[in-house]
């Protein structure tokens, strides 16, 4: 996905996916890790058949350790550039962000009320503010919804 694709997304879906990019770098790390401790492993069963004298017996040893090396150096090769794209990934997550609308409702109502002046009026105040609470209300309790929704999801 190129930065242009990436950019389009909602802040939702750029997270998603900057958490897969970071799933399979992880992935690699993790599978480097254990071709790590058989690089170990074999690296002392060469030191340990040379030190006994049995070339044979270290040829076989040395050629599985330089099989584990080409297969890590493999590996690292497929995962930097993996890594390197998530880094840039990250970057742009806060771009998205600081572009993402969001409306403050206090915040809009107070300037719809001193542009129409309700506020000068006492009966009017009287039934915006039941009306808000009304709002407000309904607001909390689509919220609960929305929260016993989701961990009822999971």
Known sequence: MDDKEF????????????????????RYEQDIAVIDQDIALWKGRVAMAEGKGNTELA????????????????????RRPIAADLVRLKERIPYLKSHERSVDPDLLLAELQSMTGTLLDPEAAATEAAIDKTVKQAGVDDALAELKRRIGGQ
Do not use: F
């Not at 939702?12 to 992880?26: F, G, H, I, N, Q």
């Not at 090396?69 to 497929?78: D, Q, S, V, Y």
């Open 59 to 78: 040829a076989a040893a040395a050629a599985r350790y330089a099989e584990l090396e080409a297969k890590r150096g493999a590996l690292e090769a497929e």
């Open 7 to 26: 950019l389009s997304l909602d802040l939702e879906s750029a997270r998603d996916y900057a958490l897969a990019w970071a799933t399979t770098v992880k």
